[in-house]
């Protein structure tokens, strides 16, 4: 069942679909930093959601000004004086939003600059790629402000640098940036100039990719890491099964058999 994606529907993200199936998903709120409020993850939730079943074959995701996202909008939640109840909703939601991310099985190439602070690392942490520039800062400072992560942040920025290190950033306020942000895994890739080009140029590569595998290796390998390795093992030989069978496959095996194909080389 294929849907279609209204544009106009959207105030707090600005879309963008481009002719070859890659759209840029820009988080429209640059007077507040990108901020997260509700308003935001319901229509990050909503694009997700359709995303899949609406031929989108890449998203980049990038922040308007010149932050990627600066977290939960602490104004929002401060005015809201929100009951325990309903906060642990809106975290709900949240983990609503990124997990239609990580498991939507479209990649999601995130494009950072600035600040990815707090809930804007959580969900920087959901994409598949990162991408970061020279003015990119990685921080948790939940702690300082008598908060705790709500969006993912012991699940996904653990999973990225480990347990350890993800407590010392939320417990000491720490900031990452740089080559040692990349070296720890906080973004795959570092550039000079814009982040958002090298973005749109990994979302092209991957959109080249056959739907199925893309769906395959945007999904099925986080929840593979969610099983025991008895079970991983027999889910991942029933996706390679399907995925590997895939009759779209059969011309580009070809290619490959026939050595018209482009083979693997070292970079020169």
Same mark, same amino acid.
Request: aromatic fraction near 6%; include cysteine.
């Given at each position: 069942?294929?849907?279609?994606?209204?544009?106009?529907?959207?105030?707090?993200?600005?879309?963008?679909?481009?002719?070859?199936?890659?759209? %840029?998903?820009?988080?429209?709120?640059?007077?507040?930093?990108?901020?997260?409020?509700?308003?935001?993850v319901?229509?990050?939730?909503? &694009? &997700?959601?359709?995303?899949?079943?609406?031929? %989108?074959?890449? %998203?980049?995701?990038?922040?308007?000004?010149?932050?990627?996202?600066a977290?939960?909008?602490?104004?929002?939640?401060?005015?809201? =004086?929100r009951?325990?109840?309903?906060?642990?909703?809106?975290?709900?939601?949240?983990?609503?939003?990124?997990?239609?991310?990580?498991?939507?099985?479209?990649?999601?190439i995130?494009?950072?600059?600035? *600040?990815?602070v707090?809930?804007?690392?959580?969900?920087?942490?959901?994409?598949?790629?990162?991408?970061?520039d020279?003015?990119t800062?990685?921080?948790l400072?939940? @702690?300082?402000?008598?908060?705790?992560? @709500?969006?993912?942040?012991?699940?996904?920025?653990?999973?990225?640098?480990?347990?350890?290190?993800?407590?010392?950033?939320?417990?000491?306020?720490?900031?990452?940036?740089?080559?040692?942000?990349? =070296?720890?895994?906080l973004?795959?890739?570092?550039?000079? @100039?814009?982040?958002l080009?090298?973005?749109?140029?990994?979302?092209?590569?991957a959109?080249?990719?056959l739907p199925l595998?893309n769906?395959?290796?945007?999904?099925?390998?986080?929840?593979?890491?969610?099983?025991?390795?008895?079970?991983?093992?027999?889910?991942?030989?029933?996706?390679?099964?399907?995925?590997?069978?895939?009759?779209?496959?059969? *011309?580009?095996?070809?290619?490959?058999? =026939?050595?018209?194909?482009?083979?693997v080389?070292?970079?020169?």
């Amino acid at each position: 069942m294929t849907v279609e994606i209204d544009t106009s529907r959207y105030t707090r993200l600005a879309l963008d679909p481009q002719e070859d199936g890659v759209w %840029v998903v820009t988080l429209n709120r640059p007077e507040k930093r990108n901020a997260l409020d509700l308003a935001t993850v319901e229509e990050m939730v909503e &694009f &997700f959601s359709a995303a899949p079943r609406a031929g %989108v074959k890449a %998203v980049v995701l990038a922040g308007a000004g010149d932050h990627f996202c600066a977290g939960l909008d602490l104004i929002e939640h401060h005015d809201a =004086d929100r009951s325990p109840a309903d906060f642990m909703h809106v975290c709900l939601r949240w983990h609503e939003a990124f997990n239609k991310m990580e498991y939507g099985g479209v990649p999601v190439i995130a494009a950072l600059q600035g *600040a990815v602070v707090g809930g804007g690392l959580e969900l920087a942490s959901a994409a598949h790629v990162r991408v970061m520039d020279q003015s990119t800062y990685f921080a948790l400072p939940e @702690g300082q402000r008598g908060l705790f992560t @709500g969006g993912g942040a012991t699940i996904r920025v653990a999973d990225l640098i480990g347990k350890a290190r993800m407590i010392d950033m939320i417990l000491m306020g720490r900031v990452y940036q740089g080559q040692e942000a990349v =070296d720890l895994g906080l973004a795959q890739y570092m550039v000079e @100039g814009s982040s958002l080009d090298k973005a749109m140029e990994l979302a092209r590569r991957a959109a080249q990719n056959l739907p199925l595998t893309n769906f395959a290796i945007c999904s099925a390998i986080s929840h593979v890491q969610n099983m025991s390795a008895l079970d991983a093992a027999y889910a991942e030989s029933v996706v390679a099964g399907i995925v590997n069978t895939q009759p779209d496959a059969r *011309a580009r095996l070809a290619a490959f058999a =026939d050595k018209s194909a482009a083979r693997v080389r070292p970079n020169s």
